[in-house]
C-alpha cells in the first residue's frame, strides 16, 4: 500500500539535507531562542538544554526559571532571568511578566519541564501560550502540566509537541479525537493517525514509537530510525528540534526532521 504522505529518513538519506545547509553562520543571523521552566527541586533538563542549544548552533539563549533556584545555578548559565515562585517552588502567576519579557526577546520558546505539577503554573502556561504567537517546543512533563489546556495545544498554530508515546494517547484522548492509540500499534497504523490528527489540527508532532522516531504536520509524516529515546526524555531531542525550527520558521516538519540526524 502506498503512502504517500510517508517520508522514510536514515542517516545516510537525510529527506531535508538544505535545512542543515541553511544553518546561519553568524549568531546574529542565528535566532534567539527563550528556555522556560524549573521548580525548586529540578533543573537538569533546563541545563543540558542550555548547553545543546548553544551547541547545536542557536544565536543566543536566555532561560526563565523561579527564583527559588537562584542559589543552585551554576556560574556557567549566565543568561538567567528569575520569576516569582509559588509555595510549590515553582513559577507563580505573577511570572507571567517575565514570560512576557522572554516571549518578546525570543524569536522561539522552549517549553523544556521539570516545571512540577502545580495548577497555578499549569494556568500561568496556559496564559502564556494564549498570548504569545511565535513559535513553541513543548516537552517532557511541561505537556503533563498543560493536559488541562489540550484543545489549546492542538489547536494552536506555531507549536512543536515532542511527547512520549503515552502522552500523545493522552493527547488524542483528552481532544476526543476517535481513534486509540496502542502500544502495541504497527507503525503504519501510527503513521496514518498521525498524518489525519494533522490534517485536523495545526499542531506539529514528535513521538517515539518502534525504534521510530515519527514527525508530523500538515499531514505529512516522516519516520526515522532511533535508538536512543532517553536522548527525548532527558529534553535533547526537543532543543535540538527547538533550534532548527529557529532558522526555518515556516518549516517545523522539515526542521525537526533535520535535527534528527545530527541530534
Do not use: C
Request: a neutral charge; proline letters at 6%.
Amino acid at each position: 500500500m502506498e503512502y504517500p504522505y510517508w517520508h522514510k529518513q536514515t542517516a545516510d538519506k537525510p529527506l531535508y539535507p538544505d535545512i542543515e545547509w541553511s544553518k546561519p553562520e553568524q549568531k546574529s543571523q542565528a535566532g534567539r531562542l527563550g528556555i522556560i521552566g524549573g521548580n525548586s527541586l529540578g533543573f537538569a533538563g533546563i541545563a543540558e538544554a542550555y548547553q545543546t542549544t548553544l551547541k547545536t548552533g542557536a544565536g543566543s539563549v536566555r532561560i526563565l526559571l523561579p527564583d527559588a533556584l537562584k542559589k543552585n545555578i551554576p556560574s556557567v548559565m549566565t543568561e538567567v532571568i528569575y520569576g516569582p515562585t509559588n509555595p510549590s517552588g515553582s513559577l507563580s502567576r505573577e511570572a507571567l511578566v517575565e514570560m512576557k519579557a522572554v516571549g518578546d526577546w525570543a524569536t522561539a520558546i522552549l517549553l523544556i519541564g521539570d516545571a512540577g505539577r502545580n495548577s497555578e503554573t499549569a494556568i500561568l502556561y496556559e496564559d502564556f501560550i494564549r498570548d504569545y504567537a511565535g513559535p513553541i517546543t513543548i516537552t517532557r512533563d511541561a505537556i503533563d502540566l498543560l493536559k488541562n489546556s489540550s484543545s489549546v495545544l492542538v489547536e494552536r498554530p506555531n507549536t512543536l509537541i515532542v511527547a512520549s508515546f503515552a502522552q500523545l494517547q493522552k493527547l488524542f484522548s483528552s481532544v476526543y479525537y476517535p481513534k486509540v492509540l496502542t502500544f502495541s500499534m504497527q507503525l503504519t497504523n501510527l503513521v496514518e493517525a498521525l498524518h489525519k490528527f494533522t490534517i485536523t489540527y495545526p499542531v506539529s508532532i514528535a513521538v517515539f514509537h518502534q525504534g521510530m522516531i515519527l514527525a508530523a504536520s500538515g499531514g505529512q509524516v516522516t519516520t526515522t530510525p532511533w535508538d536512543e529515546p532517553m536522548r527525548i526524555w532527558r529534553g535533547n531531542t526537543a532543543a535540538n528540534a527547538s533550534v532548527y525550527w529557529l532558522w526555518n520558521q515556516s518549516k517545523p516538519l522539515e526542521s525537526a526532521t533535520a535535527s534528527l540526524v545530527n541530534n
